[in-house]
């Protein structure tokens, strides 16, 4: 089973992101949204956390803040649980309201958090929700524009300061920087939203050696073992199953009612390369579901078919060191 990668130490900086089980909505009202940002300025105070900006979507939040006590998970813990308890008493509903643990991706320094924060406030944009963040009441854009934010307890000035201008001079770049990236593609915001650690290179090595997970169980640490495969070209890799299909890398590409050696190339890019299941399901024209689907069907005619199970192994690389 898949475990999350903890990192956790004094003034550390991350991107958090938690959705609703099976995608369900986590707000249904304002006063749902109003109750999550008061319990959020008490985790505030609880925890001694520092809040730059956060965004309250209909089935998901995004928050970006620092732990002065090197204390995330039990912060997050409280927030999001005390939310549940109170929220399901409210509704009467039933069963998880959070799709599991909630996610964390460490950030390096203000540069880099002022980036996150326009990914972070662009995001009722990019849902077409909305035209401009401004119009978006439940993020924290608009106290990054105007003079007065509306919640005390925000922490703006560092990632507002980040490029070195200060008072409306900080806050016109911002608008203008942030609206500037409001129609960028998916592509574009593609190292924020696949990274389990978004900093230089020399940043990141410093992370992997010091938290290295301990154990056997390493493997199940999967933000790790992403990071500690080594970069891959997913045109290289097909070439790779191809080869050991006996086919064209391009014929992968093609839908098929059953081609194990498209459903190899699944295989092989979400358990050896570490893609994503979307990132693939895009890169496919297809569903998640698709990928998953095609990758437990061809486990299953494996286990039957020892000239498959040897064409999947060939097609396969060592991944972790």
């Known amino acids: 089973m898949a475990r999350p990668w903890r990192i956790q130490f004094e003034d550390a900086v991350y991107h958090i992101a938690s959705r609703g089980n099976h995608r369900q909505n986590i707000f249904f009202t304002d006063p749902d949204r109003r109750e999550f940002l008061r319990l959020l300025s008490e985790a505030k105070q609880r925890f001694n956390l520092k809040i730059f900006a956060f965004c309250l979507m209909s089935n998901h939040y995004h928050l970006l803040l620092a732990t002065p006590d090197a204390n995330l998970s039990r912060a997050m813990q409280w927030l999001n649980t005390t939310y549940s308890v109170r929220l399901q008493r409210r509704k009467k509903l039933f069963g998880h309201l959070f799709q599991g643990r909630f996610k964390a991706?460490?950030?390096?320094?203000?540069?880099?958090?002022?980036?996150?924060?326009?990914?972070?406030?662009?995001?009722?944009?990019?849902?077409?929700?909305?035209?401009?963040?401004?119009?978006?009441?439940?993020?924290s854009y608009q106290d990054y524009v105007k003079l007065r934010p509306r919640f005390e307890w925000l922490a703006r000035r560092e990632v507002l300061e980040a490029d070195g201008l200060k008072g409306a001079?900080?806050?016109?770049?911002?608008?203008?920087?942030?609206?500037?990236?409001?129609?960028?593609?998916?592509?574009?915001?593609?190292?924020?939203?696949?990274?389990?650690?978004?900093?230089?290179?020399?940043?990141?090595?410093?992370?992997?050696?010091?938290?290295?997970?301990?154990?056997?169980?390493?493997?199940?640490?999967?933000?790790?073992?992403?990071?500690?495969?080594?970069?891959?070209?997913?045109?290289?890799?097909?070439?790779?199953v191809a080869e050991a299909f006996g086919t064209e890398a391009r014929q992968l590409k093609e839908r098929s009612k059953y081609f194990p050696a498209r459903q190899a190339a699944f295989l092989h890019l979400v358990e050896d390369c570490g893609m994503r299941v979307g990132n693939v399901a895009d890169y496919f024209g297809v569903t998640p579901s698709a990928i998953t689907k095609g990758i437990e069907r061809l486990k299953e005619r494996s286990f039957d078919d020892i000239k498959l199970e040897n064409q999947i192994h060939k097609s396969k690389v060592k991944v972790l060191p």
Not at 111 to 135: D, F, G, T
Not at 176 to 187: F, I, Q, T, V
């Open 169 to 240: 001079s900080s806050r016109s770049a911002y608008r203008r920087n942030c609206l500037a990236l409001a129609k960028k593609p998916k592509e574009f915001w593609k190292d924020i939203t696949e990274k389990a650690i978004i900093g230089s290179d020399e940043f990141v090595e410093k992370i992997k050696r010091k938290f290295a997970p301990s154990g056997r169980k390493k493997e199940e640490v999967v933000d790790y073992t992403r990071l500690a495969r080594p970069a891959f070209d997913v045109e290289d890799e097909l070439e790779r």
């Open 105 to 139: 991706v460490l950030i390096e320094d203000d540069y880099h958090w002022q980036r996150l924060s326009y990914y972070i406030h662009l995001n009722p944009v990019r849902a077409k929700m909305v035209e401009n963040p401004s119009q978006y009441e439940w993020s």
